[in-house]
T-cell receptor
Framework: SQQGEEDPQALSIQEGENATMNCSYKTSINNLQWYRQNSGRGLVHLILIRSNEREKHSGRLRVTLDTSKKSSSLLITASRAADTASYFCAPNYGGSQGNLIFGKGTKLSVKP | EAGVAQSPRYKIIEKRQSVAFWCNPISGHATLYWYQQILGQGPKLLIQFQNNGVVDDSQLPKDRFSAERLKGVDSTLKIQPAKLEDSAVYLC????????????FGPGTRLTVL
């Protein structure tokens, strides 16, 4: 399967702690995208990192990409209760279609 | 900028009935996607349109699912007849140009088939 595989499947932390989620994929990508989904809602785009980039930041989010290991990580610093959600990585393999292939996600719970 | 709009938000039907979902993408977005998300899973692509042409429908169960994108803007997804296993959230997304761009998702339609 070409979907991203997130790890861990579930993560529970206290408010203020950092949360790290990992993603592995199988073949060469055009880019890799991270999305958040709050319970019962649509997906919200967080960060797109291209295959020639190694690190990207957006506010409290930091994404890294290691194409040699075919892996990416999402770090959320100083987590808040509002960060409680499912997080999905989606490799984009480019080509004529270039659609996203989602894994099962990491369910993050941030306790106040 | 208005986001992706979907309707209805919720739908409950009996098996073997038909149902239709509507999506209005972000203005100017050329690419439109329909995803199916079963509880506990990530979204699975059903069909991808580029303007009003189909780019990928390899995972669309064509014996019961159909979709169209009118004039390259709005889109409808239909299921006829519905099965119990079609219970899921149906998500519409759009992107500016191609499939490698950021995708923007609508709120989804939660379908329950009894």
């Amino acid at each position: 399967s070409q979907q991203g595989e997130e790890d861990p499947q579930a993560l529970s932390i206290q408010e203020g702690e950092n949360a790290t989620m990992n993603c592995s994929y199988k073949t060469s990508i055009n880019n890799l995208q991270w999305y958040r989904q709050n319970s019962g809602r649509g997906l919200v785009h967080l960060i797109l990192i291209r295959s020639n980039e190694r690190e990207k930041h957006s506010g409290r989010l930091r994404v890294t990409l290691d194409t040699s290991k075919k892996s990416s990580s999402l770090l959320i610093t100083a987590s808040r209760a509002a960060d409680t959600a499912s997080y999905f990585c989606a490799p984009n393999y480019g080509g004529s279609q270039g659609n996203l292939i989602f894994g099962k996600g990491t369910k993050l719970s941030v306790k106040p | 900028e208005a986001g992706v709009a979907q309707s209805p938000r919720y739908k409950i039907i009996e098996k073997r009935q038909s149902v239709a979902f509507w999506c209005n993408p972000i203005s100017g977005h050329a690419t439109l996607y329909w995803y199916q998300q079963i509880l506990g899973q990530g979204p699975k692509l059903l069909i991808q349109f580029q303007n009003n042409g189909v780019v990928d429908d390899s995972q669309l169960p064509k014996d019961r699912f159909s979709a169209e994108r009118l004039k390259g803007v709005d889109s409808t997804l239909k299921i006829q007849p519905a099965k119990l296993e079609d219970s899921a959230v149906y998500l519409c997304a759009s992107s500016l140009r191609s499939g490698t761009d950021t995708q923007y998702f609508g709120p989804g339609t939660r379908l329950t088939v009894l």
